[in-house]
């Protein structure tokens, strides 16, 4: 046994082992992109990099033998700063998205690329709770939103984006009228009460999303009815006032309550009622001051990230902070706002999510990926709406959720354009039928994980490393099927890649 | 990649089991192969590589990794010949892009095509080919041409299409050099170098009066001779006393011989008579003009002052011995040190005795030697293994050839030097790492190890002794990481040549897992010096901490250039101007750039600096393999760094994040300051990315990538600024100058007819004008115009104009 200190802790460990051993057997975290075993660590990606004793140069703790007395440095400013442009390196090579544009365009964040998909296999109801998961109001959108999501869709460098407003409000339309999307909360109720006031697209979502989280919610209204600047901007042929209230009920149905008629003047009345306080009360030029709040120049001052005012338990959203135009950003600003709200009362602490954002797609790339749509069923909704889900390049990372580039750019703060110095690699995709593998070479960090088991397996004919330097990429010899090439190593390698370089299809059942 | 509808005829599968048979089946002999079939067929084609898979133990994958790892081999077929563009650091400072792109003009390859539509060259550029003092150089196939400028390349192509018609060659394989040494004899050097200025032509004609009068006197290949600019040098010793005859052509051999040699018989007097009378009809040349103007002294002043600093160690009897002669190499005390190490002395006493001399690895980082020596011993004994012992010939630096020169000139001290450094540690087996595009040095270490298993001083027993070992070449293919000692030996191994974390090093675990041994060929080339001479008498040459010599090959804008062994702790100002002459034509001194793509630009005023490894280290340089490239005023800082960076950067194996990416995105920001779009945060994030890849990186390429960008940055940040500015101060960079023409111009159209781009308008008799929009700088007008009335300005300038 030899002992070493990592960050001032003492680590006995047994000799020969790594100081990413050492690290593990002590609970501390130190990230890998590159190393998984012992007999796969190909030593590439320096994510994994600490300092020994004070030295100015990092190694990296995969490969490098604790000896005794050592002393490491896994966490220090610099440890981090070495890590976040090693990733920053690794997202400047990067061509794909995290999320569709659509999705990132969209002020909900609707997952637009999951709902085409959810149709492919003719699942509408599963289509309309996917968009409930960010979008309250589909129906009433759908009528009046300018549609930003599709200025954003890849298919224009092809021909024409997808018709993405009509096919969410179809879809929640014909979801409201039938009873089998009758709301019920799965989450367990939490004993904690929140006042919204306002019952505008901001107050309404963000309500909603408190419910569904299991939190006990009053939205306070000044007015008759619910709705606030939905009822007010739009005429009626625009947006119909029974979609309005189908969805206002739906929201009630969860047990959201509304105290109509209701104006609150001030804060201090209702602050020891509430566990917290959402302030969505819109744009209130005459004394649009009356919460004894601090404000700026727009309206009330919140926390760019939070969304907390200067009183604690107190948020505020929508147009109260800031005037808004964009029905959509308003609700997106509620749900913002509700997840806000969920961190700051159960104590999470969440990194803000990364997104990568490839930036314009050549004709060319498109066309890349109109040839390899990974998800091709054939839709069996009986929806009568316009455009083709089928039409959709579903160019969203199937691996977003479990993607470790994404999971430590994120952790450490990584900014995808930190060194966008030149041209980037092209971003292609080229789906294998026979075993539904889909290969994303743009999105590979050279980690050499699949290489090394495709060697260690003695699989043949094998994967190899193929060019060298920054044109380094990852092939199959004499030009064979790269799927065939991993032989049985096939999964262990899909399971291996730390990006969505390489993924599975998932097989279309045929409902 | 393999491209499946490559033309694959003639394909001979019987050819390929031959050489299979005679190389071997082994995983490991993957790259030897790999050279044999590219010999065959001046590519790789696909059906011979997958015959190749199924008849040997090497895989597919390992076929694909390391065909496409090692740029030597190509996929695609190629033209006939194959026209080697050098872009080493010294051409690169002489125009080697204008070369190469009026080479691509003149066979019309347009876009990525690099063959001619007839097939019969295809163009590349090449790292360095270590000819530096011709600069800019240009080989095809076997011959090299020297001082090439763009509007020369027709000429060029022509002049080898004649010499394939005459079946001449620049091969030398046809020269016997082994002769024994006399009191009378003429020595020419035929370094690889020395033939491309012509010695070869020389030695011809030496041949042809010898044999015409019948003159007794031997004609001797020699090794370099370290002058490369006063080639080719012609060395006539009379009676042990050598006169020296510089830049000789073949049509003065004849005067310059006979001078010295009058023919001996009565018949081969009267045959001169004859010459000489009809010569001085027709050319009325007389004979002592040629010989004094040709001649030199070593007492000159300037070759007193070349030589003058200089001490030879590694380089001893430099320009007089014959390479592969061992008998002179031996009365030269050759072998002597071997002799006295396996008579009677113990392999520690003998890693004492280097440890105490303070010798330091000459590749570059400057390790003790000694110590090194001593650690693979340890590593060896309780285990028992073999032990290897590798000479590192990966000589890749742009702008270095001291290895190239060591190899072609003294193959038997190297041999020397391994042999007793095997003894010291035990190694059975010992490996020369060569590179490929060293063909010579290659071709004359078989030749030299040969001689020396025919003379017992190799294999079993040597000379009487228990001590046996055996020496192989192992090739490289064309990847300058390959220096890098682990990246070398997964080469030996048959591998991509990737580097691997250290520790282990090599020493513990090197080739094939066993105690390794790596040094490079100058460090073997000090060790029988030093067992000869002892300890001291080392010592006493250079500096306390680095002691002994150092050989450079200074080249770029000095007036003399060669390979030179200077004492450690000489300053740089004394080789530059003491050796080196000065700057050429009066131009002022800027900088040096020292170590090539992991050292750094000195600027002139910091040249008093002592040359040893810490005092380079300490101004951000490194003694690197010695390549020594003096810039001037002319020159462009960040042009250099970007030259360098891009150099690195496609010589990065591709394996650690920040190397690969991280040189790439530093030379994105590079080109773009250098094309005039940098803004200022550009400096910024350059040396935030030099910093971080210095300190992050597995292997010496990273870890010195960034040091030619740092320099520059610390000693010339005025001029970085200056192109973030849009203002190229050295008027090199193209996007940033334009070529006017001014009111001297006479109107004789020879613009107009070197312009290659139809840039200039045919204006007889009247001023000439230049389109800027046109233009592409080529720099074909300035060199031709008469009146020198092409100028470089500022393109903003120009717009203002």
Redesign the interface.
Known sequence: MITITIDGKTVNIEEGATILDAARSAGIDIPVMCHRDKNISPVSCFVCAVRIGGNDNFVPSCATKARNGMAVDASSECVRDCRRRALELMLSEHAGDCAAPCSRICPCGLNIPEVMRNLLSGDVDAAYKTIMLNMPLPATLGYICPAPCQKGCRRTAIDTPMSIQLTHRAIAEQAINSSSVKKHVDTAPKSKNIAVIGSGPAGLSSAYFLAVSGYSCTVFESQSRAGGTLRTQFDKPALPEKVLDAEIELIEALGVKFALGQKINSIDNIYGDYDAIIIAAGLQDNNRRRFGLEYGSHGINVCRDTLMTSRPNVFACGSAARPIRMAARAAGQGRQTAISVDNYLSGKSAHKPFFMNTGHLSAAEAESLAESIPHTGKSKAPLSITGDPGRCLQCDCKKKSSCALRDYAAQYGAHHLRYATGHRRQYTRHLYNDSGLVHEPGKCTACGRCVNITMVKGITPGLSFTGRGPDVYVSAPFGADIDKAMGAALDECVKSCPTGALWIRKQVVDA | ??D?KINIDGFDAAWLDTQLEAIGRGADKIIPLLHAIHRQYNYLP?PA??HLCDNSDI???????VS??Y?QFRRTPAGRHRINVCTGTACHVNGADLVYDGFRRHLGCTGNVDTDPQKLFTINKVACLGCCTLAPVVQIDGVIYGHVTAAAAGGIIDDFLNRQDKGQSGSRDDINGKKPSTANEIRISLGSCCTASGSKAVWDAVQRVIDRYRLPVKIKRTGCISMCHQTPLLVVVVNWTPHHYARVNAEDVHDIILNHFPPPSIIDKAARWIDAKTESLLLSAEMNATVNRRRIHLLDKSLGSFFGMQKQIAMECCGTAGPLDIDEYIVMGGFEALKSCLNGMIPEDLIDIIKDSGLRGRGGAGFSTGLKWQTVRDNASGRHGDIYLICNGDEGDPGAFMDRMLFESFPFRIIEGMLIAAYAVGAKEGIFYIRTEYQASINIIREAIDICEKNNLLGCRILGSDFSVKFTIAEGAG?FVCGEETALIQSIQGK?GMP??K?PYPAEQGLYGKPTLINNCETFACIPWIIRNGTEEFKNTGTPKSPGTKVFALAGKTARGGLIETPMGVTIRGIVEHIGGGIAGGRKFKAVQIGGPSGGCIPAELCDIPVDYEQLAGAGAMMGSGGMIVLDEHDCMVDIARYFLAFT??????????C??????ML??L??ICAGSGIAKDLA?LE??AV?IK??S?CGLG?TAPNPVLTTLRYFRDEYEAHIRGECPAGRCKNMISYVITDECCGCTICYQHCPVKAIEFTPYANHSIDDTLCTRCGACRAACPKKAVKIIPKNQAAAV
Not at chain 2, 59 to 65: E, I, Q, S, Y
Not at chain 2, 649 to 658: A, D, I, V
Not at chain 2, 660 to 665: D, E, F, I, P
């Open positions: 990649m393999f499946d696909q590589l997958i895989t597919p994958a390992d076929v694909t990794g496409t790892f740029p990847a991509r691997t974390p520790p950067q496609n010589q990065s194996c591709g394996r650690c994040t920040f690969r990416a991280g040189t790439k995105r994105d920001i080109d773009k994030i935030e990315l971080s300190s992050a597995l870890k």
